[in-house]
C-alpha cells in the first residue's frame, strides 16, 4: 500500500511524492469557475479486510484513468485523525468530488459537512455516514448481505443435523452503519429459530474497528463463556470469521462448527475449500467500484445522474439518492464463480496444498 501526503506545487500540479494521480491540473483559476475535475477517496483502513486495497482501490484507479480524469486515493487506516487531516488536504488540493468510507458518522459527518461548505461535491462508499450531506450513496443491500449469512448458517447447520445449535455472534464494528444492516438481515433469520427454541442463542459481541486480533480474543472468551459449546458461529466477515476459526483450530473444533463471512476473500474462500468456513458472501466490488466512480466523474465535471433508488438516512430522516447492489451467497460449489468474476485469481487461491481442494471444486 502506498501511503503519503498529498502536497500541491504553486501552480496546482502534484508533486512527485503525492499519491496516485493522472490528469494535467491546469486550473489555478481562484474564482473557481473553471475547475479541472479532479476525485479524491479515502479508504478506510486495510487490516478490517483485504478488499479495500487489493479490489476497491484497484477498480477505482482502473475507472479513473480510463476516464481521464485526475484522483487521488489514500488510506486513513482506521486514524480518525489521518482520516479528517486526509479530507482537508484533499479539499485544500481542489478535489472537486470527494469520496469517502466512513470510519464512524461523527468523524465523516465532520468531513461531509466541510466539503459541502467549500463546495465539493460528496459520495458515501460502501457505508452510509448517519445524518451526513453526501449527494450519494454506493454500497450492496447490506441488510440482504446478513440475510445470506443467517440462512448460510442455517443450511450448514442443517447438513451437519445439529440438534438446537448454541449459535454465537460477532457482530461487526459498532460504529460502522452497515454492521448494523448486517445484523438486521441475520437477525431476520435466526431470532424465530432463537424464539421458537429451534436455535439455543449464545454468546454475542461486537468487534470494535472490524479488528481480527481483537475477535479471537473475544470469541476465546465466548468460547470459554459457553464451556466449550457453540456450534455455529455467525461472523460478520471473513476477518472475523477467520479469527473464529483460528480460535476453534486450538481446541479441535475447525470443520464441526459452522462458520460465516463476507467479502469473499482470498483466505476465506481457501476456508471454505478446506471445510472450516461454511459459507461467505461475495459482493462483486468492481460494480460497486464502476458505479461509484461513474457518480463521482459527473460530479466531479459539475454534473448530477439519477440514480431511480433511495435510502431513507434514520438519523438525519434525509432520502439520499442511492445506488444498491446484489451480493450473492458462496458456498464451496460456487466458488469457482467468485474466481470467474475476476476478484480473485485462481493463483491467489488454489495455492499448495489448495489445488486439490480447487480441482475437487470445479476450479480449472
Aim: proline letters at 3%.
Amino acid at each position: 500500500m502506498r501511503k503519503g501526503i498529498l502536497t500541491i506545487a504553486a501552480v496546482g500540479l502534484l508533486t512527485a511524492g503525492a499519491l496516485t494521480a493522472c490528469g494535467d491540473d491546469s486550473s489555478n483559476d481562484p474564482s473557481g469557475s473553471a475547475k479541472t475535475p479532479k476525485i479524491g477517496v479515502i479508504l478506510p483502513d486495510s487490516k478490517s479486510s483485504v478488499r479495500w486495497e487489493t479490489a476497491d482501490r484497484r477498480f477505482l484507479e482502473e475507472a479513473f484513468k480510463a476516464a481521464g480524469v485526475q484522483y487521488d486515493i489514500q488510506n486513513a487506516q482506521n486514524d480518525k485523525t489521518a482520516f479528517q487531516t486526509i479530507a482537508d488536504q484533499m479539499i485544500t488540493g481542489g478535489v472537486t468530488a470527494l469520496m469517502i468510507v466512513n470510519l464512524d458518522s461523527g468523524t465523516g459527518k465532520a468531513v461531509l459537512d466541510k466539503a459541502k461548505s467549500q463546495g465539493v461535491a460528496t459520495i458515501d462508499y460502501d457505508r452510509l455516514t448517519l445524518g451526513g450531506s453526501a449527494q450519494y450513496y454506493v454500497s450492496f443491500d447490506n441488510e440482504t448481505v446478513g440475510k445470506l449469512q443467517g440462512e448460510g448458517l442455517t443450511k450448514c447447520l442443517t447438513e451437519k443435523g445439529v440438534k438446537n445449535p448454541v449459535v454465537a455472534y460477532l457482530n461487526g464494528s459498532p460504529t460502522d452503519n452497515n454492521a448494523t444492516l448486517f445484523k438486521a438481515g441475520y437477525d431476520s433469520v435466526l431470532k424465530p429459530k432463537f424464539d421458537s427454541k429451534e436455535y439455543v442463542k449464545g454468546p454475542e459481541d461486537a468487534v470494535p474497528a472490524w479488528d481480527n486480533a481483537q475477535a479471537a480474543t473475544i470469541f476465546e472468551q465466548q468460547l470459554t463463556k459457553a464451556n466449550g459449546k457453540i456450534d455455529g458461529v455467525l461472523s460478520a466477515n471473513d476477518g472475523l470469521g477467520n479469527a473464529a476459526i483460528s480460535i476453534l483450530k486450538k481446541n479441535k473444533l475447525n470443520g464441526k462448527v459452522p462458520v460465516t463471512g463476507q467479502d469473499a476473500s482470498v483466505e476465506g474462500l481457501q476456508n471454505i475449500l478446506v471445510g472450516d468456513q461454511c459459507m461467505t458472501v461475495y459482493k462483486a466490488v468492481r460494480e460497486e467500484a464502476k458505479a461509484a466512480s461513474d457518480l463521482a466523474i459527473a460530479l466531479a465535471k459539475g454534473e448530477k445522474k439519477e440514480t431511480g433508488q433511495t435510502v431513507k438516512d434514520p438519523e438525519g430522516g434525509r432520502d439520499v439518492p442511492s445506488v444498491l447492489l446484489t451480493p450473492k451467497a458462496i458456498y464451496k460449489d460456487t466458488v469457482k464463480d467468485v474466481i470467474a468474476d475476476g476478484y480473485v485469481t485462481k493463483e491467489q487461491v488454489c495455492t499448495g496444498t489448495y489445488a486439490k481442494l480447487c480441482a475437487e471444486a470445479g476450479i480449472s
